[in-house]
């Protein structure tokens, strides 16, 4: 039964690392003052009739601190790539010259750098859910385990060391968050 308990736990830890790993991805795309090529590499292009990630049909920079510069493999598909931009309603607006395709990042204004901070507060709290979610089903499993004749206090052990590392993994995700909102916060 411990056995069946340590590949529950470490199936637990998985879970609750992939929620860390999703919240970083997706606090990638909150938007701060600062041009970033992640905020457009993942937006889906229409290429050749296939949606393609960007960052595998366009070369993405920033030029500088409010530009970034989407320079694609094959000119033919800059139009594509526009307008994945707009229909992605980053609020901002692509300028195709011919050859590259420019996005010049305005700066935020407060209530949308407080939008954008609670944007992220809830991806924050979306990652702990999953993390407590992972919880709950390690705890079911000690339970079901007692229930079946595993050792009271061996149970015990084991729940506060699932309590622990949610701890950790929550500790975790509010760092993620307060890196971020300290990120967007500043002009």
Known sequence: MSEDLDIMYESTKESMEAAIDHLKSELQKVR???????????????????????????NVTASDARTLV???????VLSDIEKSIFEANLGVTPMNDGEVVRISIPPLTEERRRSLAKNAKQLAEDAKVSVRNARREMMEEI???????FPEDAGKRWENKTQGLTDSYSEKIDALYEV???????I
């Open 143 to 149: 339970k079901k385990a007692v229930k079946d004749g």
């Open 180 to 186: 971020k909102e300290k990120d967007i916060m500043t």
């Open 70 to 76: 989407i320079q694609p493999w094959e000119k033919s």
């Open 32 to 58: 701060t003052g600062t041009a970033n090529p992640s905020m457009v590499s993942s937006l889906m292009v229409s290429y050749y009739g296939a949606p393609t990630p960007m960052n595998q049909v366009a």
